[in-house]
């Protein structure tokens, strides 16, 4: 609900702070009082577009300012969240035009763009004028009001829900379909590579260590020539093996006559020909390796010149050959499993293809229901508006399949005839703009339940009409204010009459400065009020008697203390 607005410096519009109530209220005043700047100002605050002709002349920055108390509006929180404005009891939305049209906006004192001011204030606030009737020339929109009447949230959920499911089935459907495509593709290339490296089985780490050989290989000669050396100084005629065995026996045979003496030393020259022994072992090893067993310099080269050019024709690391020769096995293997993956992902696809259409079907069974008794609805209220030969059409059909998203596959059209025999068409090139008015009030009475909008505003909705029909605009306004807060400016006494509070806006002139007031009216000064609207300049007796039984409450209080009607 619209609780104040504060506007300073719009147009003739210097200062103004206007609390405002729920229920119905009336802004009245006579034509070019400024009635329409209201309008622009609370634009503004809203998120319209800024023109610097808003701003009052001689003034430098124009501001308006509309608090509104929100109450249970779930559709704002994640939009505050985004914005990083914490929770307050009220929203404040504030805009800022300078007189050179630059423009800044705030919620709640956190600077925000226009773009998400507007945002809030759609779900804040709906305003209807002659022609600018968004909800109903808007066919995005039309789809959210059906959906809001019929109440069928648990099928939108269910549609929503397997549309994504159906989403995810066709990528993965696409998914296998390319995998085994490009397998196809790359077969004969992946038949080739794997033979080819399985005859060059490579071993991982295969090259270093090939090369490490290959260095060590280079060094043959001399390193079997210091071999055979060291076992000649070690175990030939004259080695160490043979004089260190001398040693022993010389001093072993003396022995007995030592004592214990020679025990230590005898000892130590054992250890002594154990190691070197064990080192002429090592050294006849490699001597025979260096000899015999190790492969030649020329088989090394080659081998390593394989590795290298296998390496450079898959454009891999040698020592990742093994790898890839795996890899080209799984991707063989999955081709050759291809057709069964893709046989699964396609059965897949058809089950959520088959969920997302039934669920719907369901839902567009669902939305040509209510289709039906929303029509009828509005049928109901549109003969007491002047409208009783039109027909207002909800028109639910099957949408392309491009089309079809998580909000189903129907496309929704409010439609009219005006005329008996005519074919229903949009309302933008059916009806005129008062009547447009007049379809979207009955629309908003039939909807006041099902939309979240918790305030109403109407410009001139009882345009070009007077009497009985403006008796009974204003009875489906005053029953509209009774689940949200409408505001409806107005030059018809009957909807004056009916409402719960009336302002009057005029202009004063001081010190020959014009600008626009508007004040709260009482009740004498509500009769007044009406009786000049209804007489004109010269307001008469005979037009406070008929203000008077315009203002006569119809019956007794509503429960909740407004006037019943």
């Given at each position: ?27 009245t ?37 509309a ?6 509006t ?48 759609d ?8 022609f ?5 020339l ?49 077969e ?11 005859d ?7 090259e ?11 060094q ?9 050396g ?8 004259r080695?160490?093996?043979s004089?260190?065995?001398t ?31 064990e080192?002429?072992?090592?050294l006849?090893?490699?001597a ?10 020329e ?46 992902a ?8 088959a ?6 079907a ?11 008794r ?31 998203g ?12 005006t005329?008996?025999?005519?074919a ?6 059916i009806?005129s ?13 039939v909807?006041a339940?099902?939309d979240?909008?918790?305030?109403l ?20 306004l ?12 107005t ?31 009482d ?15 010269a ?27």
């Amino acid at each position: 609900m619209l609780a104040t607005l504060s506007i300073r410096d719009v147009v003739l519009i210097d200062r103004l702070d206007l609390t405002l109530g729920g229920g119905l209220s009336a802004l009245t005043g006579e034509t070019g009082a400024g009635k329409s700047i209201l309008l622009d100002a609370l634009g503004l605050a809203l998120g319209a577009r800024a023109d610097s002709g808003l701003v009052r002349q001689g003034s430098g920055q124009a501001s308006v300012t509309a608090e509104f108390l929100p109450g249970d509006t779930p559709e704002l929180r994640p939009l505050l969240d985004e914005l990083g404005v914490p929770p307050e009891e009220t929203l404040r939305l504030r805009r800022m035009l300078s007189a050179d049209g630059r423009s800044r906006a705030f919620v709640n004192d956190v600077p925000t763009g226009v773009a998400s001011l507007r945002r809030l204030a759609d779900a804040l606030v709906e305003i209807h004028g002659q022609f600018d009737q968004q909800a109903l020339l808007d066919p995005a929109q039309h789809r959210r009001l059906l959906d809001a009447f019929a109440g069928h949230r648990g099928l939108l959920t269910a549609t929503a829900a397997t549309h994504r499911a159906r989403a995810a089935a066709r990528e993965r459907l696409a998914e296998a379909r390319s995998a085994v495509e490009k397998a196809r593709a790359d077969e004969e290339y992946l038949r080739l590579g794997l033979a080819e490296l399985g005859d060059l089985a490579p071993e991982p780490d295969e090259e270093a260590e090939l090369a490490e050989e290959r260095a060590t290989m280079s060094q043959r000669t001399r390193l079997l020539e210091a071999v055979r050396g060291a076992l000649d100084e070690l175990a030939g005629d004259r080695g160490a093996e043979s004089r260190i065995a001398t040693a022993a026996r010389l001093i072993e045979r003396q022995s007995d006559r030592a004592g214990d003496r020679f025990e230590p030393a005898i000892a130590a020259i054992d250890r002594a020909l154990a190691e070197l022994r064990e080192a002429v072992g090592l050294l006849e090893g490699q001597a025979r390796e260096f000899a015999d067993g190790a492969r030649s310099l020329e088989v090394i080269e080659d081998r390593i010149h394989a590795l290298r050019g296998a390496s450079r024709k898959y454009g891999v690391a040698a020592a990742a050959l093994p790898e890839l020769a795996r890899e080209f096995a799984r991707r063989l293997e999955a081709l050759a499993d291809g057709t069964a993956l893709l046989e699964r992902a396609r059965q897949e696809a058809e089950a959520a293809e088959a969920a997302y259409r039934a669920a719907a079907a369901e839902l567009s069974q669902s939305r040509r229901d209510a289709a039906g008794r929303l029509d009828g609805a509005v049928a109901a209220e549109l003969p007491p508006l002047k409208l009783e030969r039109a027909r207002f059409v909800t028109d639910v059909a099957a949408a392309p399949e491009s089309d079809w998203g998580p909000d189903g596959m129907d496309r929704i059209a409010f439609t009219v005839a005006t005329n008996p025999g005519s074919a229903p068409g949009p309302l933008g090139r059916i009806a005129s703009g008062g009547e447009l008015s007049r379809f979207m009030l009955a629309l908003k009475v039939v909807l006041a339940a099902a939309d979240p909008v918790g305030t109403l505003v109407f410009d001139e909705v009882d345009s070009g009409i007077g009497g009985a029909v403006a008796s009974a605009v204003g009875e489906r306004l005053a029953r509209l204010s009774r689940s949200v807060q409408v505001l409806v400016v107005t030059h018809s006494p009957q909807v004056a009459a009916l409402a719960d509070s009336q302002l009057q806006v005029r202009k004063e002139v001081t010190d020959g400065t014009t600008a626009t007031r508007i004040r709260p009216l009482d009740h004498a000064a509500r009769r007044e009020e009406i009786a000049r609207m209804l007489s004109g300049a010269a307001v008469t007796d005979a037009a406070r008697a008929a203000a008077d039984s315009l203002m006569q409450p119809v019956d007794a209080p509503a429960p909740s203390g407004r006037r019943s009607r």
